[in-house]
């Protein structure tokens, strides 16, 4: 984490996404690699990097590629500046193949997504840009401290946006990526970007994946949701502080924000609470769920949703939340539990709310890709069928283990853990 800065160097280090050593890259994102230097040194690069570790094919596709591109009425200026020069990253493709066993349980993640520093951090980017968050609150209706989370969480407030050339990360990746046609796509929206002169090639850097700026936008979703929100005609994330907040909060307003209502709520269950309820599948109003027994951690009423699910991501010992159309919309941005939790619960301690209160099961040990996969074969083998084993905790694998807890009269919550593993596997 960075060390507070006194606000005349906040507002130096916010002109730009800044470049970080590969100690300090993004806690949140597992895509980051800083390894390459700077933007800087990224721009520099382009043109002496040496050929060695490229295919020999790769120039005979990216010439293709460039034709492709100009009958898509590329202009062969932004052909010249952004496509001269790139080259082959393989470690890009080392990145690309990698998939971590190890699964960061979801308090690990929040830990460190909504540290005290963070939290600081926070507020602290809050205060120095109030009047722009307010602008941006009256046009798209999302709050201020939503717009910081996500760019806390993102990049670190702009201090780790990735320092990959997003052009040559997209065409190693559409050359020999997994999934070549997507990056392709991405390429082409990236050269329109640079055609429409909303960025120059040389800043138009990011993360490994082709994530750009303070808010790591893709160029199809930058292409769709951002906005100039300075005035100067340019939609730049990476430098322009209004803009990055504008197109942020257009992109929550886009996934059907609701101006006024809270993501979610923290809630205690009732003992006999039926947990195969905690999917976001299952939707009641807040009052039906009220009915139940489901009340606020802090004793006031939930919120008036007409519709919200429960979920409970670390299962019966763990903390419970009550999730509106809000965190559905945080979802889009980000489709992870965690993630949509972790700006929550950020938003909420930057606005002087409350943190999450109730504990979680620290003593668990959390389950590596393999071993789910392990426990989705003996859930199988014993019946309790949860589809094709894939190493993932879907909620077809959630349903069986419940299934399973609950012919072995244990709390039926879906939580998978080593101890619930051996168990399954004796």
Do not use: K
Not at 189 to 211: F, K, N, T
Not at 348 to 376: F, K, S, T, Y
């Amino acid at each position: 984490m960075p060390r507070m800065l006194p606000p005349f160097m906040l507002l130096v280090l916010l002109a730009g996404c800044q470049s970080s050593p590969s100690s300090q890259a993004s806690d949140t994102d597992p895509q980051a690699d800083a390894g390459s230097g700077g933007a800087d040194e990224v721009s520099s690069s382009i043109e002496t990097r040496g050929g060695a570790d490229m295919p020999a094919e790769f120039p005979t596709w990216l010439a293709r590629f460039r034709r492709d591109a100009r009958a898509e009425g590329i202009s062969e200026a932004t052909l010249a500046r952004a496509l001269d020069g790139v080259r082959y990253r393989p470690r890009v493709i080392e990145l690309d193949r990698s998939q971590p066993e190890f699964v960061r349980p979801i308090w690990e993640y929040l830990d460190t997504a909504v540290s005290a520093t963070r939290v600081s951090n926070g507020r602290e980017r809050l205060a120095t840009y109030r009047d722009t968050a307010q602008r941006m609150e009256q046009r798209f209706g999302v709050p201020g401290e939503v717009i910081v989370a996500i760019w806390g969480i993102e990049s670190n407030y702009g201090d780790n946006c990735g320092d990959f050339s997003t052009l040559e990360s997209l065409a190693t990746l559409a050359y020999e990526g997994r999934r070549r046609d997507f990056a392709r796509g991405e390429l082409l929206a990236a050269l329109r970007i640079l055609d429409e002169g909303d960025i120059a090639p040389e800043r138009m850097v990011g993360s490994w994946a082709g994530a750009m700026g303070h808010t790591q936008f893709i160029p199809s979703s930058f292409e769709a949701y951002a906005v100039d929100g300075d005035g100067d005609g340019r939609r730049d994330i990476w430098g322009s502080i209004p803009d990055v907040m504008a197109s942020t909060a257009n992109y929550l307003a886009r996934a059907n924000w609701r101006q006024g209502e809270p993501w979610g709520v923290e809630v205690r269950l009732p003992e006999a609470f039926d947990y195969s309820q905690t999917e976001l599948a299952t939707r009641r109003a807040s009052r039906e769920w009220a009915a139940q027994g489901v009340g606020s951690v802090t004793g006031e009423s939930l919120p008036g949703f007409e519709s919200a699910s429960i979920i409970a991501p670390a299962g019966a010992r763990g903390p419970a939340f009550l999730v509106g159309p809000n965190y559905r919309s945080i979802l889009r941005y980000n489709n992870a539990t965690s993630y949509a939790l972790a700006v929550g619960t950020l938003a909420d301690r930057i606005a002087g709310r409350q943190g999450v209160v109730q504990g979680w099961p620290r003593d668990e040990q959390p389950l590596m890709r393999r071993q789910v996969r392990d426990m989705q074969e003996a859930l199988n083998a014993r019946g309790f069928e949860v589809g094709v084993p894939d190493g993932i905790m879907g909620p077809n694998t959630r349903r069986g283990l419940r299934t399973y807890q609950r012919s072995i009269g244990v709390t039926p919550d879906g939580f998978a853990t080593l101890r619930l593993l051996e168990r399954l596997q004796r």
